[in-house]
């Protein structure tokens, strides 16, 4: 749904209450407003690499766009919330598939390129069910 479309900055597991609310102020308070950020495609992947289910269209890591996540990174780390261990990809989850044949059909060659200005951060939850995840603010 292009409802659901977004560029994660940061994923964590739970976060007990009073973590969260410290979070949001923090995360409210530093970006409240922020300048436009350049968001550009890269090109379409699948993850996990061993045994993919899920379609992504990577996004241009940027000076900006890195700012913004290391800022985030910061505010996690102030919350005492640690780093994410895992390299960071700039990334929009386009689907989810769960059979080999879906996978095979896939074309991953076929992008047009596009440029876009980002003007929002917003804290989602996500919540996981059989048809797809499910965000909200």
């Keep these: 749904k292009p409802d659901n479309l977004h560029i994660p900055l940061r994923f964590h597991a ?21 300048d436009p950020v350049m968001i550009s495609t890269r090109r379409l992947l699948l993850f996990p690499s061993k045994k993919p289910h899920i379609v992504v269209l990577a996004i241009h ?7 913004l996540v290391h800022a985030v990174n910061k505010i996690h780390s102030d919350v005492g919330i640690p780093i994410e261990k895992r390299p960071f990809l700039a990334h929009v989850t386009l689907g989810r598939f769960h059979d080999v ?37």
């Design 14 to 34: 739970s976060i007990d209450e009073s973590k969260l609310n410290e979070l949001n102020q923090l995360l409210e308070n530093k970006f409240s407003t922020i």
């Design 61 to 67: 890591l940027n000076e900006e766009l890195g700012q």
């Design 101 to 137: 044949i879906a996978q095979e059909n896939i074309r991953l060659d076929i992008l047009k390129p596009v440029e876009e200005k980002g003007t929002q951060i917003i804290l989602y939850h996500s919540q996981p069910a059989d048809s797809g995840s499910f965000y909200k603010p």
